[in-house]
């Protein structure tokens, strides 16, 4: 179990003499079943990971499906390593994050809870000559990029929720232990009613970028059973007590594609 997250702003008082390592394990993400996507990395994340949409209140969200329950996500493996093509952003800038301050800005915060507070010169410096070190200022840029994609990305899928096509995404799947699992909450793009929009109605999505959110969903839609592929993966490692490294493979060593041929998502 991860230590509680304790995100602190970065200052000068607190963190002049102090530095940080690199992430070398992704077993802070263990037990998230879902990850909260930017619509700038959406083109990438549907080519290799299932996306859905949440609803948080009245609000809709991106997110990568990677789990099939609470306290779960299949793609880290037991010693740590990331087992999918795409790594989603919040990921990759962990263990810092963005803050909002009073004044409508942004703090760059680090969570150090997370192990990766060093007092070793050896490591990351936070800050050089009075300012953020050059490796902070990108990680500072890309958590600025997350920011401001985010918002166009919740007013996309309000777009979407405008015209009536989010609908309840029904998955049944197959867990390690074989007993059949319905994922309940998430969301998708409702196909049928996205090819018989108004004119209007499309030009207004297109606008806002919303199109693109939606193509791209569809597009991730198969993905979700690649969680069947890697429960399997979990469990035959926990009995080899060996991690699993990729999803199955042919005898010439490709991807092994087979189990996400046809249209039911249950696994065999």
Same mark, same amino acid.
């Given at each position: 179990? =991860?230590?509680?997250?304790? $995100?602190?702003p970065l200052t000068l008082e607190r963190h002049a003499d102090r530095y940080w390592r690199r992430v070398s394990s992704y077993g802070f993400a263990a037990h998230q079943p879902l990850v909260p996507?930017? /619509? @700038?990395? @959406?083109? &990438?994340?549907?080519?290799? *990971?299932? #996306?859905? $949409?949440? &609803?948080? %209140? !009245? #609000?809709?969200? +991106? #997110?990568?499906?990677?789990?099939?329950r609470d306290g779960e996500c299949l793609y880290v493996a037991p010693d740590g390593r990331w087992l999918g093509g795409y790594m989603p952003a919040r990921l990759r800038s962990y263990p810092f994050g963005l803050a909002a301050l009073e004044d409508g800005q942004f703090a760059l915060c680090m969570d150090e809870a997370s192990g990766l507070l060093s007092s070793s010169p050896q490591d990351e410096p936070f800050f050089q000559d009075g300012k953020l070190a050059p490796a902070l200022q990108r990680v500072m840029e890309l958590l600025g990029q997350i920011q401001a994609s985010n918002a #166009? =990305?919740? &007013?996309? +899928?309000?777009a979407l929720q405008k015209h009536g096509l989010l609908k309840p995404w029904a998955i049944t799947l197959q867990d390690d232990a074989g007993a059949q699992r319905k994922l309940? %909450?998430? $969301?998708?793009?409702? !196909?049928a009613a996205l090819n018989k929009l108004e004119?209007?109605? $499309?030009?207004?999505?297109?606008? +806002? /970028?919303?199109l693109a959110v939606a193509y791209a969903q569809l597009l991730a839609m198969p993905h979700i059973q690649s969680l069947g592929a890697l429960a399997g993966a979990h469990a035959r490692a *926990?009995?080899?007590?060996?991690a699993p490294t990729q999803l199955p493979t042919t005898a010439a060593g490709d991807l092994d594609l087979s189990f996400m041929q046809g249209d039911t998502l249950r696994f065999s």
């Open positions: 179990m =991860t230590a509680p997250s304790e $995100f602190h996507l930017a /619509g @700038l990395e @959406l083109s &990438q994340a549907a080519l290799a *990971l299932p #996306v859905a $949409f949440v &609803q948080y %209140g !009245e #609000v809709f969200s +991106c #997110v990568a499906v990677v789990g099939m #166009v =990305t919740l &007013q996309a +899928c309000a309940e %909450g998430l $969301f998708c793009i409702d !196909e004119d209007s109605a $499309f030009l207004d999505l297109r606008r +806002c /970028g919303a *926990l009995a080899a007590k060996v």
